[in-house]
């Protein structure tokens, strides 16, 4: 966090604290973004690992067809698999050890210095913050008037710049704004932001190296089959935008974990917040147009100054869901879902054509139910109002338009057996994904609305997750269980009746292929549970939840929230 002597606008309005809403029980925007950065960046490291070892791996049983379709041995698929994966992950791990120490090579101990009435001042910061282990103050001469946090979980150490300390003798104005940038620091270490920070270092570059590894493996790969120019372009292009996904997590993670960090600094002091982030200066950073300063907003690793003040006065919306965050975390489920079809068929080869996707729907369902159920389920607590179709609706529509783009991303070789393809582009069956998404997001929204009616401060948060996030699971799994396979399916036909020479059998394939998946889906004892939990559980939620005297409604966050 960097200081600005800026005084805070005369009419800049307070910060506005939301009301104390009990939703520890939710994972936060940050985990989930943590979770997907990892999810991401393993998916494109255990690509390249899993290609790599069957190219190297023997074939464990006679086959006919192309050897890469064949069975691999599964020990030197493991083995080689682990090996390739090091190889990616050691570069983060050493860049960061690096620069971790050649940060502390240049910093010079607080206690080292002339500023005595300083280390007082951040000793009582210190003991204010109330941590496990008090950090090591150092003074980075590089920093000017800026600060962080680095070092490892047991040994952290809070960096200061010589500004920052000077600014603290000048006027008490200015000893206000140190204390908010000291406490926003401190506030990352006990939030644990410390152990997430290692992580990154770790993963963004192993995201790059994997990214840069696969390029030059696709290209010889392309050469050696001597396919077309077009050919090579679209698949680089995927490399890089898939690479490039991991890095927009990464900044949104950090963006996040600004405005945490701002929040918990603005309890103490709100105004010496205000007064940190240089309310008037911040407000002249988004005047280059709103459309600029949005699309400049998501490349940034620090939130905007703008941004950054709107949630120190109303910091509830931080709770507010992001479209944005949404289409991210769709997106990573696009891309998983051909990935872990592909690393499945590499270790046992193809089977039936309906078990490995609908186990690989199943998985990623869940995950992406979750992850989206948190979302609308936090933003409704936090408007404090009655549930909203509309917005649920457009999540359903950023959610499916995600999935697809995911879907088109992904380095997979062989979901349908005919090399790269993505998730069907027929209109029919991009309606059913776009109904399925819709209609998801609406039932996740009406049983949060109905639990709502109840319980609005979220006192029982435990009680309702343990009612609906198992039903959740349930419908959502199976709802993409089910077009993950008729995507699958209808792929491979339409593909195939495409291909030069190949007699199709069916005048209509996208309607006997839907008639096929809901065969196999529909009858049974699968049905009648789905349809059991979609009307059952709002009910029981309506019924079920506890009553309370109040209702709170926090300030509506504007639809792009940070």
């Known amino acids: 966090m960097t200081a600005s002597s800026s005084p805070s606008s005369p009419s800049s309005p307070a910060p506005r604290h939301a009301p104390a809403l009990d939703i520890e029980a939710f994972p936060s925007d940050s985990s989930l973004m943590l979770t997907l950065l990892v999810a991401t960046v393993l998916t494109q490291d255990l690509f390249f690992a899993l290609w790599m070892a069957t190219l190297q791996a023997p074939v464990a049983e006679l086959c006919m067809g192309s050897s890469l379709n064949c069975p691999r041995d599964p020990s030197a698929m493991v083995s ?32 080292e210095t002339p500023f005595r009435g300083v280390a007082e001042a951040v000793e009582s910061l210190v003991r204010e913050a109330r941590l496990s282990r008090e950090p090591t103050v150092m003074v980075d001469p590089r920093l000017a008037s800026g600060a962080y946090v680095t070092g490892q979980r047991g040994r952290p150490l809070l960096m200061l710049g010589p500004e920052l300390l000077v600014l603290r003798e000048q006027s008490d104005h200015g000893r206000r704004i140190f204390e908010s940038v000291v406490r926003h620091e401190l506030a990352h270490l006990r939030t644990g932001d410390l152990q997430a920070y290692n992580v990154l270092t770790v993963f963004r570059p ?67 917040l205000l007064a940190a982030l240089g309310a008037l200066g911040a407000e002249a950073d988004g005047g280059d147009g709103a459309g600029a300063a949005r699309l400049r907003s998501w490349l940034r690793h620090h939130p905007m100054g703008t941004d950054r003040l709107g949630v120190a006065r109303t910091p509830g919306r931080v709770l507010a869901s992001s479209p944005g965050r949404v289409f991210l975390g769709a997106t990573v489920a696009g891309v998983l879902l051909p990935t872990l079809q592909d690393m499945l068929l590499r270790f046992y080869g193809p089977r039936d054509n309906f078990f490995t996707p609908t186990l690989c729907g199943l998985l990623v369902g869940v995950g992406l139910t979750l992850f989206v159920g948190f979302t609308l389920w936090r933003h409704q607590w936090y408007a404090g109002g009655p549930a909203r179709l509309g917005r649920s609706a457009l999540t359903g529509v950023i959610v499916a338009a995600g999935v697809v783009t995911g879907s088109w991303l992904a380095l997979y070789t062989r979901v349908s057996g005919y090399g790269l393809s993505g998730i069907p582009l027929a209109a029919s069956f991009l309606a059913a994904l776009a109904a399925a998404a819709v209609l998801l997001c609406g039932w996740l929204t009406l049983v949060g609305a109905q639990w709502f009616r109840g319980d609005p401060q979220a006192h029982r948060m435990p009680r309702f997750l343990k009612l609906a996030v198992l039903p959740a699971c349930l419908l959502g799994g199976w709802l993409t269980a089910g077009i993950w396979t008729w995507g699958v399916v209808l792929q491979g036909v339409l593909t195939g009746c495409s291909t030069e020479g190949y007699a199709c059998r069916t005048d209509s394939p996208e309607l006997d292929v839907a008639r096929g998946v809901t065969g196999f889906f529909g009858p049974g004892p699968v049905l009648v549970t789905v349809v059991l939990i979609a009307l059952a559980v709002p009910l029981v939620a309506r019924f079920t939840a506890p009553v309370t005297e109040g209702r709170s409604r926090a300030g509506r966050p504007p639809w792009r929230s940070p």
């Open 80 to 111: 080689g698999t682990i090996n390739y994966l090091l190889m990616l992950l050691t570069p983060g791990l050493v860049i960061g050890l690096h620069t971790s120490r050649r940060r502390q090579r240049r910093s010079t101990p607080l206690a």
């Open 206 to 272: 192993s995201n790059l190296f994997a990214g840069a590894f696969i390029a030059f493996a696709m290209t010889l790969d392309v050469l050696n089959r001597n396919s077309t120019p077009a050919a090579m372009v679209v698949a680089l292009a995927r490399v890089v935008l898939l690479t490039l996904l991991g890095e927009l997590i990464v900044r949104a993670y950090l963006r996040i974990r600004e405005h945490h960090a701002d929040v918990h600094a603005g309890t103490t002091d709100p105004e010496g």
